[in-house]
Each structure stands twice: as C-alpha cells, then as structure tokens.
C-alpha cells in the first residue's frame, strides 16, 4: 500500500503555520496554540511537546526525515518536544520544549477555563469544513463531547457483535438523535488490517494492534463513504484523570508518582507514543485525524486543574463530567467506558486468531508471534508444524 496523509516531500510542516513554530521556538512557549505539529522550519527538525504529530529520521542517514515511516530505509521516532538541526541526531538532544507544571487554580475558574477550552475546540469542527468531518464515537463522555462539537457529523463505531462499545454507542446516539453508523467487525478484517497497521505503525505487540486496529476500521469506513477527516476524543483520559492508575495513585504499582496529579503527569508522557500510532493508522486509512481535546488550549486549562477535579472518590475525569453537563445526556455524562481493545472485543478475538492458527497462551507472547507469521510470506503456519 503506498503511504498516505503528508510527507516530506509536499509538506514540510504539517499542522501549524511555520511562523506560529518560529515564535514558539524564540520564546520557549510549549503551547502555542496549536493541536500539534511536526516537520522541518528554517532547517530544524521540530515536533510538539506532547508529539501529537509524527515525525522520523532515519538511523542511517541524518539528513534524511519524513512524516511517514515508509519513506525512509530504518525510521526513528523523534522525541516530542525536539528543536534539533536535520543533520543532527534528535532522539540524543534534549528537548528544547516540555510540558508547563503549575500549581492547581482555583476550582470554579479552573472548571471555567476547562469549559471554554473544551467546547471552543469542539464546537470549531462545526466551521466551514464540517461536512468533511465524521467522528469515532463510543457512547463516553469523551467521544460525545466530541460528537456534541460536530452537530452534523455522523458517528462510527466498531466492534464485534455483541460488544460493549456497540451497545453503548448504540444508547447515547439514540440519546443524542445522532446518525450511528457501526462497523461490524470479522476475523477477516482483522487479519486484513493487520499487515497494514504494522507496515505503517512499525509494531507487531497486541496491545498497540488492538487499540490501533478498530479505529483504522472505523477511519476506512469513513474515508468509503466520502469523509475527510476524522474527529478523535483521544487524550481525554490522559489530561482529565480517566485511568484507574491515576485515581489510586500512590497506591497503584503501576505508576510511580505519589499524587493524582503526578500519575496524570507520568500518563502525559505517554501521549507522544499513543498519538504516533493513531494519528498513523487513521492516515493509513486515508483520512486526517482531528483530535479537539489535546488541543493546546485544552491541555493548558487542564494542567491547572487540582486533584480534586480530576478525581474524586469513584469519580474520574470530575472537571470534563461538569464541562459536559447540559451539553450532552445525563446518561451519556455519567457513563463509564471501558478501554478500546476491550470494549470492542478486538483483543478477545486477536488472541482467538492466535489460537486457532496453533499459537496457545501457554507459549510466551503467543498473539505477538502469530502476529508476525501474518505479516511474513506465505500462510500462517502453527509453530508446532511445517508447511506442507
């Protein structure tokens, strides 16, 4: 499949004008208003503070960078928040940006500042080019928002029969009156798309496919039916609070931080990875991601947020669930999600391809290995037998 979305070759910059870089550069600024970029100003290889915009060179060429990792021989990462020479080597510099971590504001002007940042860059999807736009609904509160922004947009969503994500998509569109539009997925198109997703993505681990692999689903879907773009409520569970890991912070092992908002800090860290491989799936697809929550507005208004308003007892993401109230259903506020490879059994049922294709749970990294004999040559052969 040939690459899609930008590249080095017709956009030396993509998702910000080369003038709003330049200023962010000059005064150190991390978040200059943007949803992102990545590319090359003035010779300088610059991806965002939270790299929500992709960026590589290649280990054995240092002049040599692309949006796309299949332009390029042995693609690197570059690290978020990288102002660095294109002749020199990114992933060893320091960054020059990284994330602002002030003290918690006030609770009524933090909640304000949320609300203003969170249905101004919703409510943008509905500007000139809203026909373009669909949006990957899940029937939570982060995809709704999102849906709420987009009046218009029709919602997708994927997953196998019977899933949660179906279901609760299925309540909060009739909720909302909006146009739902569901992707039934098959084991078939899992092991069509897979071979994509690691080709573009680079990564054969499940965990990555599972998350990666619906939401391509739903993006080819759109992109048939003559959409351009995507609109994403990513990020939302790392800025608000979502993660049960940050709500038992410092109880949980899984993180190392002693506060709530220390694990919400590490769980930011995180995001460069995460928008890298979404951003590239939904690209392979052939439509553009939008993500209106990691806006820059929207991170800075929930970096001042205290504790309290990202957790609260059972409660997570406290300050998003008031910013939502009136705006979307009550239902459709208070609803839990559960997390993507899971609620649309794409994870359940990767593992059940492994198995049947002879790759047991009792052997270590059994999907992964069946996962790379899908991408090999020839067909899938238990590890056990030889092809006849």
């Not at 970029?37 to 939270?50: N, S």
């Not at 040599?64 to 080597?89: F, K, M, N, Y």
Request: glycine share 8%; proline share 8%.
């Amino acid at each position: 499949m040939p690459p899609s979305g930008p590249s080095a070759s017709d956009v030396p910059l993509d998702g910000a004008a080369p003038d709003t870089v330049r200023a962010a550069i000059e005064s150190r600024d991390p978040l200059p208003g943007t949803a992102g970029f990545a590319g090359v100003v003035d010779d300088l290889l610059v991806r965002d503070v939270l790299g929500r915009r992709p960026l590589f060179v290649d280990a054995g060429d240092s002049t040599a960078w692309a949006l796309d990792p299949r332009e390029l021989s042995d693609p690197v990462s570059v690290p978020a928040g990288t102002v660095s020479a294109v002749e020199a080597r990114p992933e060893a510099s320091d960054p020059l940006w990284t994330l602002p971590d002030p003290d918690p504001t006030d609770d009524d002007a933090a909640v304000a500042a949320v609300r203003d940042a969170v249905l101004g860059r919703t409510r943008a999807l509905d500007g000139d080019d809203a026909g373009d736009v669909a949006v990957a609904f899940s029937g939570g509160v982060d995809s709704a928002l999102v849906a709420a922004g987009a009046s218009d947009a029709p919602c997708y969503v994927a997953g196998f029969e019977g899933c949660h994500d179906v279901a609760a998509a299925r309540e909060a569109a009739a909720e909302m009156d909006r146009d739902l539009r569901v992707v039934e997925l098959t084991h078939a198109d899992l092991r069509e798309a897979v071979p994509t997703l690691v080709a573009v993505t680079g990564r054969t681990n499940p965990m990555d496919l599972s998350i990666a692999l619906p939401l391509f689903l739903v993006a080819e879907r759109a992109a048939a039916d003559g959409f351009d773009r995507l609109a994403l409520g990513q990020g939302a569970d790392e800025l608000f609070g979502g993660y049960a890991k940050v709500a038992k912070a410092p109880d949980d092992p899984r993180v190392a931080a002693d506060t709530v908002r220390g694990a919400r800090r590490e769980l930011l860290d995180t995001i460069p990875a995460q928008a890298e491989r979404d951003v590239l799936a939904v690209r392979a697809a052939g439509v553009e991601p939008v993500a209106p929550l990691l806006h820059d507005a929207v991170v800075a208004a929930a970096l001042d947020l205290p504790e309290r308003l990202l957790v609260d007892g059972d409660r997570r993401k406290v300050a998003l669930r008031e910013v939502a109230r009136g705006v979307v259903p009550e239902s459709v506020r208070r609803a839990d999600k559960k997390a993507v490879q899971y609620g649309t059994y794409v994870s359940r049922e990767l593992d059940r391809l492994a198995r049947q294709a002879g790759y047991k749970r009792r052997m270590d990294d059994h999907v992964e290995r069946y996962v790379r004999a899908l991408v090999s040559d020839g067909p899938v052969t238990p590890p056990d037998e030889s092809p006849s």
